[in-house]
């Protein structure tokens, strides 16, 4: 099944397809974190019941999808050694302390107030359980900065030294942790993990309007991710934007490739839309493009030279096809989140939210789209990085372990066996949760009476109350 590949591909393989298992988990329980902590606060704030019931729903869920990013995540660590043991020893003086911190700052944190947090309300009393709750949520927040300070540090390295063993030596480690892409990556993955989150609150709450499950709780949780989704999304273009501009100053061989400029443009570069990339003919085949449109993004000039791959040694060249169609499935997302938000919108403006079937429908769709866009968004980051684990310094080829290419296939084939088994069901699960949100205690009064006023339930009266209610 692998036979046509070598060692350092395939070990490429095998850590791309665990970390996309696992960071979708994280990408959801990073805002569903903070969202249930918002719960909890509008249920102190405002006294109403159905906050507490939507916190009590989604509190299970993240428990679930709390331990299978745990679990995950371990694997990745074993990789280290197993298959990237030469760029553990190299790197490893700046790359373990960074995850170690994360260990013992987030983990730790988001460990001991986790159990309060899921089974403590009767017992600590509700102050002190949203305390602990929202110490998870700032947990999660934590751990999302130690892991994107070390991956930031492999994009744009800083405050090191070489040694004599050729190994990265802390000199700075405020430089190390605070390096030249590590705020707008920070910014840019928190923003996708809360409209990650919003968008599946949204999908859950509009398939039980659609349903008319529980009317009441649904049009909540709808409500404030559609609130989540007008905000956050042109919040993201713009984060995203200032992130490319990161980009293109220290990585500019990535956004070359990202936007498929094969050639230099000095009087102005189009922005390519479409198109396929021929990496052997070294151009776009196909375009669709506007002129000039690249360099006034870019460079916020119209006329403003931009330079070409042609500037670039092949050898270092990027995978050009991978990053062009994954950085464009992640901009198209974005764009259709914040059409969804802006819809919403006009639907809040016109009374309509709760009753818009299309927009529920196109909101169920959107359910699992930033988890697409999170997946595009890193094979864009990780593969524009090539031919580099750490960008400019270390060569992937030269990170590997000294291992055969038999024994990474056939761990490469048992983790996808595993993988699909166990978190299939773990998906699964979790969505079944989603589908099950119990129906509303107290009856709507926008719903009408459910008996006319001042006749008691006889026998048929109560066999229909109980009918009405699912019982």
């Known amino acids: ?63 679930v999808t709390f331990g299978m990013g745990v679990v995950s995540g371990i694997v990745m660590s074993y990789q280290f050694g197993t298959n990237w043991s030469v760029f553990a020893d190299k790197a490893g003086p700046i790359i373990g302390p960074l995850m170690g911190y994360e260990v013992l700052t987030a983990f730790f944190l988001e460990a001991g107030f986790l159990g309060v947090m899921l089974f403590g309300l009767n017992r600590v009393g509700p102050r002190l359980h949203f305390f602990a709750t929202t110490m998870v949520a700032i947990g999660t927040l934590i751990s999302a900065t130690w892991i994107l300070s070390a991956n930031s540090w492999m994009q744009t390295p800083a405050g090191f030294a070489m040694n004599g063993a050729g190994q990265f030596m802390p ?48 049009r909540t949780m709808f409500s404030m991710a559609m609130w989540m989704a007008a905000i956050v999304a042109p919040i993201q273009i713009l ?13 500019p061989a990535k956004v070359m490739g990202m936007e498929g400029h094969f050639e230099s443009h000095p009087d102005g570069a189009p922005l390519v ?3 396929i990339p021929n990496s052997a003919e070294k151009r776009i085949d196909y375009a669709i493009e506007v002129p000039k449109l690249g360099s006034l993004i870019l460079k916020h000039d ?38 969804i938000g802006l819809w919403s919108l006009w639907c809040r403006y016109r009374g309509t939210l709760d009753s818009d079937l299309w927009l529920h429908r196109a909101a169920v769709l959107m359910g699992p789209a930033g988890f697409v866009a999170v997946l595009a968004g890193w094979v864009t980051t990780e593969v524009g990085r090539q031919p580099y684990t750490v960008y400019g310094h270390l060569l992937t080829a030269n990170s590997v372990a000294p291992i055969e290419a038999p024994a990474v296939s056939a761990s490469l084939l048992a983790f996808i066996i595993v993988y699909f088994f166990v978190f299939g069901a773990g998906t699964f699960y979790i969505l079944r949760l989603m589908a099950r949100l119990p129906r509303d205690t107290m009856p709507e009064l926008d719903e009408g009476p459910i008996r006319a006023a001042g006749v008691a339930h006889g026998p048929a009266s109560a066999t229909s109350h109980g009918a009405h209610h699912g019982l």
């Open 1 to 63: 099944m692998f036979e046509s590949f070598d060692a350092t591909m395939l070990a490429r393989m095998q850590f791309a397809f665990t970390v996309s298992f696992h960071i979708i988990f994280p990408a959801f329980s990073i805002g569903l974190a903070s969202y249930l902590a918002v719960l909890e606060a509008l249920w102190l704030w405002k006294k109403d019941e159905v906050y507490l019931e939507l916190f009590n729903f989604w509190k299970t869920i993240f428990a």
């Open 171 to 218: 000199v700075d480690w405020w430089a190390i942790i605070f390096n030249p892409s590590f705020p707008y990556r920070l910014v840019h993955m928190v923003l996708a993990a809360y409209l990650t989150t919003a968008f599946v609150v949204g999908a859950c709450g509009a398939w039980h309007l659609l349903r008319q499950t529980a009317p009441r709780r649904a």
């Open 239 to 251: 984060a995203g934007d200032q992130h490319g501009l990161n980009t293109l100053e220290h990585q």
């Open 273 to 275: 839309l479409f198109g």
């Open 302 to 339: 119209l006329d403003a030279p931009l330079a070409g791959l042609d500037t670039v040694p092949a050898e270092l060249h990027p995978p050009i096809a991978v990053i062009f169609w994954s950085f464009r499935i992640m901009v198209g997302i974005g764009l259709a989140m914040l059409g």
